[in-house]
Antibody, heavy 122, light 109 residues
């Protein structure tokens, strides 16, 4: 079965960087893009972008371009989300997620990690 | 960028009643629309994709409809476990983006 297991909670100071990991299992890692979604406390879901684990290609939502980097390590089936120049309003739960795909196409985000809480505080 | 809106922000419903949630896209997303349910402390759960197809294991009381810019999620007879926040999301492949709506909270009347 598909499993996405994320790294543990982080506490960072404003201006710092953080790198969150998401280890995938139960499927062929390079066959499916991985998405990142964040959720600030008490707020809604915000799509951040995706990475193609096969090529390393990425697509970021406009808001996150220039300060978010998604990478992958195919040897350990893991994707990474790195956030730089952190601000207090980047405090959020960060999820990795994978789409459901059948033989025809891919659809919504059916598989989710447990989330990684990143707290930015001085 | 496609902007998603949802209404109402909060829907107060009694168990057994019908709940109708709306989602609107600023530009046509065809049928590339998903619905999610999120309960406190949990990751979102995919309910509906392709605007109207239930995901695996989703009860038949959940149904989705619409295409283009107007979509609806209907819960035919609300159960206690259905009180949650519901999000719509477009996943149109071009321009690439998977934007979420702001959510509708379904709570107990």
């Amino acid at each position: 079965q598909v499993q996405l297991v994320q790294s543990g909670a982080e506490v960072k100071k404003p201006g710092a960087s953080v790198k969150v990991s998401c280890k995938a299992s139960g499927y062929t890692f390079t066959d499916h893009y991985m998405h990142w979604v964040r959720q600030a406390p008490g707020q809604g879901l915000e799509w951040m972008g995706w990475i193609n684990p096969n090529s390393g290609g990425t697509n970021y939502a406009q808001k996150f371009q220039g300060w978010v980097t998604m990478t992958r390590d195919t040897s350990i089936n893991t994707v990474y989300l790195e956030l730089s120049r952190l601000k207090s309003d980047d405090t959020a739960l960060y999820y990795c997620a994978r789409r459901y795909c059948d033989n025809t196409s891919c659809y919504g985000l059916a598989y989710w990690g447990q989330g990684t809480l990143v707290t930015v505080s001085s | 960028e496609v902007v998603m809106t949802q209404s109402p922000a909060t829907l107060s419903v009694s168990p057994g009643e019908r709940a109708t949630l709306s989602c609107r896209a600023s530009h046509s997303v065809s049928s590339y629309l998903a619905w999610y349910q999120q309960k406190p402390g949990l990751a979102p759960r995919l309910l509906i994709y392709g605007a109207s197809t239930r995901a695996t294991g989703v009860p038949a009381r959940f149904s989705g409809s619409g295409s283009g810019t107007e979509f609806t999620l209907t819960i035919s007879s609300l159960q206690s476990e259905d009180f949650a926040v519901y999000y719509c999301q477009q996943y149109n492949n071009w321009p690439p983006g998977f934007t979420f709506g702001p959510g509708t909270k379904v709570d107990l009347k």
